[in-house]
């Protein structure tokens, strides 16, 4: 391991992110910091309906409020309709003749200050006439239930039914065979940053700035709503603070209703959302009911896996396709398992839209089958970590890889070893022995592997280019339609081109999106950035590398493949003390090559070609790598009062192939992910009445503090896949899964019971510890 | 949020005579902690607010051995939290305050504008009612309330047009007496699902409880006194027993919410627990100053 931490000089270093001293003085400039001269604020009329038809909309009383200067509603869109493919086209930026969730857009308003907009909403008339809806996904499956999309015919929105092996057979043969169903919570994405926009029209052509994770998917959008060629379509990227999927992947009603304000009105239109209607209007976490049957032999290794899966979809399509082909696709990994079937359905209902999220699908089987092994491994008398270790996948010998049943190809996984390391890092040994009870509270452990795939390669565009130009004073810069939403990636690119060139980050600079100028990528999902624009930096790189090399080698008299750079010289391999300075090099070639600069261009086309099978029949290597993590954690249990919380007492286990830099690898594990992998185990929810949000706030929804969690202690399993640049894979959305496992199954080491509707909040484990008892008198 | 004029007086004097003299609705503002949070919500919308944050001579904690502890209505939180005085006669107060909100809210919120609000899941109007404290009340004049008394419903409380809430003052500890708090948090600063502060006096001697102030929160539309349990208490030794029996009959007599945080049969069951360990525990004090 420390051969390879030190086969560079920049990678696999704990280099400060490029990005901080911006964010840390409030510098940094996110999409509502920004402003122009004449601009207006934009504001969104919102419908008191989640199923209700529009008879009609009255803007003239709001029209005459002086201020206001543009009102449009969801016909002024002509008709179009978006998705996230042309199958899934069911939505408009505005609801024309129909609302199909509780406090979607109708109208939109340009005023002079944000106040008068907001007033003016309040005087746009709309008579409606209410429409029996439904909420729960079960209902809506059935005959004769409402219907969200009439033309449809049904509100299944997308249904999958894999088979592999013999599962039948296998349970048949199984020593012991469970079934249980886990439900999963409505939750948020929970940034801070708010969707923000910024738009205006200018030389014919349509401008916007916005907080976007994936600014090209935007670009595409706009230029169908509003018939324009991308040529005419910019779309510039400020600092994104988060994103985590969802609303700040694609578009909400805020992007198309700033656009056309702004053509309406011919000024600049910002339009900001509240915190409010963050959370009663924007794209969510699905909530997923998974019944979950799990074969074992006595020694309690896998047999068979059945998933039965219904999930909540919302009220438009958006990425719930792709979510429901993840939220099964990886159930035959971390774990060798050779019979596993599922079905599994996506519905519409009258509930705000649910879309992907960090540990995107996988995160709600995880759980299931987290759960009912452990109730299997009580079963057995086997210890669920010993459980784990013995059905891991064992990582490839270099040069081979394993192929799941399903055909994911796996080239490095270390599942086992981060298990391992967990048990050791948290002390899992002897933990039995301890006394656990004090008073009313009682502690416990529970523990949860998990892998995910990095590099998605769904559907098409899924390669990824990078420039990397290199300055007549030598300084670099470095640009990828890639986007930094939090995670690093800027970094990440900026650390690869410095070590390709043999330069210090002191020479990077990097920029965000700007569509006029940097070459197209699908944006930050998937977990594809480090590894697709990773790879396309070190190509472009290496590509204005051998342009210095070139001139430098003309100039030295010598081949240009027996110089190299470092220490910003190009020096003689065979004799370092022959050297040219970087800046006369870099000066050389940017006057000898085609112009005052000089420009590498990458790019990487592993995400190219789709797993065509992948959705209909789950067969295929969806991902370029996968990741694998395991995480253990304590919970205190307070018997009398149902409160659980996570002790001191926790560790994680990480393969991201090779930590490029392995403070950030720790600020997505131990920090981000972990904080969102428990949040859903304890604390995060939304509570929904008829369609209606009752927690639109971080004060009712809950979500956990360091206080709440205090870090886990980190391991990084290092295996170098072949598949990603250096070594890398994906990093987080394994961990953002094992969370929320960990800790219910150690609420049921504290207590024994298992919570099946996570979180477990309070209540919920009062009630199961009243029933226990309850069982137990009986 | 809808527009409004806007006033900063900087003297008692000039606010008392300013409220006096606005028509139509006035709300006093402070921190604006709880009272911003209904503006943005649209809950509230006054024409006129008279912001006294600025009122400096309302910002104090003292103490004397006769008067007990007096702390004026623009004191902070964490003025409370981090008082020494506090610290050393009325610790339960400070363990409160650790309890109160995140760091910001204690920063900027008022004690003044805490129990003004009128939430009955508030933490310092139950302690300060276990305490047997009052409120001074400055209007057109002066006016002195018990603590207990103040509470009308929700959100409602004892101000007239005009009056303003200057001073809390909380009576010296009677010798052999103990307090406590406790409440229900999913975290660390959340408002009570439920809470409950306890008062008692033993006598030395013989182990009997003379006098128990009970208060619940967030259990009633206002702080809710557990007198039935306080009956049960008095005159006798606690011990485990008597302590679930109290907890039983605070867990009937209580008319909780139910909210996303938790059923009423939930509340109940929590408001039986509270009690309890409030009541362990100022018990457990009590005994201790022997
Ligand atoms: C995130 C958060 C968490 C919280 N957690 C807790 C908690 O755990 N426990 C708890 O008890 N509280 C909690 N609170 C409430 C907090 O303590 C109060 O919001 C704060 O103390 C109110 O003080 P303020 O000065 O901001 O009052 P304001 O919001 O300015 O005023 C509140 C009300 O009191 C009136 N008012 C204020 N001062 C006076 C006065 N001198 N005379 C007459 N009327 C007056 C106002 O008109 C208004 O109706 C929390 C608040 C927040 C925002």
Redesign the interface.
Same mark, same amino acid.
């Given at each position: 391991m420390e051969e390879i931490k030190n086969k560079y000089s920049i990678l696999g270093k704990r280099i400060p992110r490029v990005d901080a001293p911006l964010k840390v003085q409030g510098q940094a400039k996110y999409a509502a910091d920004y402003e122009m001269a004449g601009m207006l604020w934009g504001k969104i009329k919102r419908a008191p309906y989640a199923h209700a038809i529009i008879k009609s909309i009255d803007t003239s009383k709001a029209e005459m409020l002086p201020g206001v200067k543009g009102i449009v509603t969801g016909k002024d869109f002509g008709g179009f309709k978006w998705g996230w493919q042309g199958y899934t086209r069911d939505e408009t930026p505005l609801a024309v003749d129909r609302v199909k969730y509780m406090y979607e857009g109708v109208a939109a308003v340009a005023a002079i200050d944000k106040?008068i907009a907001e007033e003016a909403c309040d005087l746009i008339d709309v008579e409606y006439e209410e429409l029996p809806a439904v909420f729960d996904p079960f209902e809506a499956m059935k005959e004769g239930a409402p219907l969200l999309h009439p033309e449809r015919k049904t509100n299944i929105l997308v249904e999958y039914h894999w088979d592999f092996g013999n599962v039948d057979k296998a349970f048949d043969e199984s020593y012991l065979v469970m079934e249980e169903t886990f439900q999963t919570p409505k939750s948020a994405k929970g940034y801070l940053e708010p969707p923000s926009v910024l738009a205006w029209w200018e030389h014919d052509t349509l401008h916007y700035v916005g907080a976007k994770g994936s600014p090209y998917m935007i670009w595409r959008i706009l230029g169908r709503a509003f018939d324009l060629p991308l040529s005419k379509v910019r779309v510039i990227s400020p600092i994104i603070g988060c994103d985590f999927g969802g609303t700040k992947n694609d578009g909400h009603a805020l992007d198309f209703s700033a656009c056309l304000l702004a053509k309406k009105t011919g000024r600049p239109v910002k339009i900001v959302y509240s915190q409010w209607e963050e959370l009663t209007t924007c794209l969510r976490r699905h909530s997923m009911a998974v019944r979950c049957k799990m074969g074992m032999t006595r020694d309690g290794y896998l047999t068979g896996l059945y998933t039965n899966c219904v999930a909540d979809g919302g009220a438009y399509a958006r990425m719930s396709v792709v979510s429901m082909y993840l939220a099964n696709g990886f159930n035959t990994v971390p774990y060798k398992l050779e019979n596993f079937r599922t079905d599994t359905w996506c519905v519409y209902t009258n509930n705000p839209i649910a879309a992907a999220m960090r540990g995107h699908g996988r995160y709600h089987t995880q759980y299931a089958m987290d759960g009912v092994m452990d109730m299997m491994a009580k079963k057995l008398g086997i210890d669920p970590l010993e459980l784990r270790i013995k059905n891991s996948i064992p990582n490839p010998k270099p040069g081979e890889t394993y192929y799941t049943v399903n055909q994911v190809r796996i080239g490095s996984c270390g599942v086992k070893e981060c298990l391992e390391k967990s048990g050791e890092l948290f002390g899992w040994d002897g933990y039995k022995k301890e006394n656990k009870v004090d008073g009313p509270i009682a502690r416990g452990a529970g523990v949860s592997a998990s892998g995910f795939l990095s590099g998605a390669r769904l559907t098409g565009h899924n390669s990824c280019s990078a420039v990397v130009r290199i300055n007549e004073d030598g300084a670099v810069n470095v640009l990828t339609g890639a986007t930094d939403v939090g995670m690093g990636s800027d970094t990440a690119m900026c650390m690869i081109a410095a070590e390709v060139l043999g330069l210090d980050m002191s020479d990077m600079e990097i920029k965000r999106v700007d569509t006029a100028y940097t070459y197209p990528d699908p944006g930050s999902y998937g977990s594809r950035v480090t590894i697709y624009a990773g790879e396309a930096t070190m190509h472009a790189a290496e590509e204005a590398k051998q342009q210095i090399l070139s001139a430098a080698a003309k100039e030295m008299d010598v081949a240009p493949d027996e110089l190299d750079i470092k220490n910003r010289r190009i020096f003689m391999k065979s004799d370092e003390t022959r050297f040219m300075p970087w800046l006369q090099a870099v000066r050389l070639a940017c006057y000898q090559g085609n112009g005052n600069v000089i420009v590498g261009k990458g790019v990487s086309r592993r995400g190219v070609k789709p797993a065509v099978q992948a959705f209909e029949k789950g067969i295929g290597d969806t991902g370029t790598n996968y990741g694998f993590a395991a995480q253990i954690n304590e919970v205190e249990v307070d018997l &009398?009062?149902g409160?659980a919380r996570c002790t001191e007492r926790s560790s994680m286990g990480d393969d991201c192939g090779f930590p490029l830099n392995p403070t950030i690898v720790e600020t997505q594990g131990i920090g981000g992910s972990y904080h969102q992998g428990i949040a859903c185990g304890l604390?995060e929810e939304f509570?929904m009445e008829n369609g209606n949000t009752?927690?639109p706030n971080f004060v009712?929804y809950?979500r956990?503090?360091v206080?709440?969690a205090p870090f886990p202690k980190f391991h990084h399993a290092i295996t170098q896949d072949p598949f990603g640049p250096y070594g890398v894979k994906e990093c987080s959305e394994a961990t953002t899964s094992t969370g929320a496992p960990a800790v219910i199954s150690a609420i049921y080491d504290a207590t024994g019971v298992m919570i099946k509707n996570m979180p477990a909040?309070? &209540?919920k484990i009062?009630?199961a510890l009243k029933e226990k008892k309850a069982q137990e008198n009986k | 949020m809808k527009d409004f004029n806007y006033s900063a007086p900087k003297t008692v004097k000039e606010a008392i005579s300013l409220l006096g003299s606005l028509q139509g609705e006035v709300k006093v503002l402070c921190g604006g902690q709880s009272m911003l949070v209904l503006m943005k919500q649209g809950m509230l919308a006054p024409e006129h607010i008279v912001d006294i944050k600025g009122i400096s001579e309302l910002d104090y904690i003292r103490f004397s051995e006769e008067k007990g502890l007096t702390i004026g209505a623009l004191a902070t939180h964490g003025a409370v939290e981090k008082s020494p005085i506090v610290k050393e006669k009325y610790p339960v107060l400070a363990e409160m305050e650790d309890n109160l909100a995140v760091v910001q809210t204690r920063t900027w919120g008022t004690i003044g504008g805490n129990v003004c609000h009128g939430d009955p899941a508030a933490d310092p109007p139950a302690v300060f009612i276990a305490l047997s404290s009052k409120y001074k009340l400055m209007g057109k004049k002066e006016r002195i309330v018990n603590a207990e008394d103040f509470y009308k419903d929700l959100l409602e409380v004892d101000l007239e047009h005009g009056e303003l809430l200057v001073e809390v003052q909380v009576p010296p500890m009677p010798a052999n007496s103990g307090v406590a708090q406790e409440k229900l948090m999913v975290q660390k600063g959340d408002m009570g699902i439920v809470g409950a502060a306890a008062f008692v006096t033993v006598n030395p001697s013989t182990g009997i409880c003379e006098d128990a102030r009970i208060v619940l929160t967030n259990v009633a539309s206002i702080p809710f006194r557990a007198k039935g349990s306080e009956k049960v208490l008095i005159g006798k030794k606690i011990d485990e027993k008597l302590l679930e029996e109290a907890g039983q009959i605070a867990s009937e007599e209580v008319d909780p919410p139910a909210d996303t945080h938790g059923s009423e049969e939930y509340r109940r069951d929590m408001a039986r627990v509270f009690l309890k360990r409030a009541t362990a525990k100022a018990l457990q004090r009590a005994q201790q100053k022997n």
């Open positions: 106040d &009398e009062t409160v604390y509570i009752l927690n009712d809950k956990p503090r206080y709440e909040t309070p &209540e009062w009630r | -």
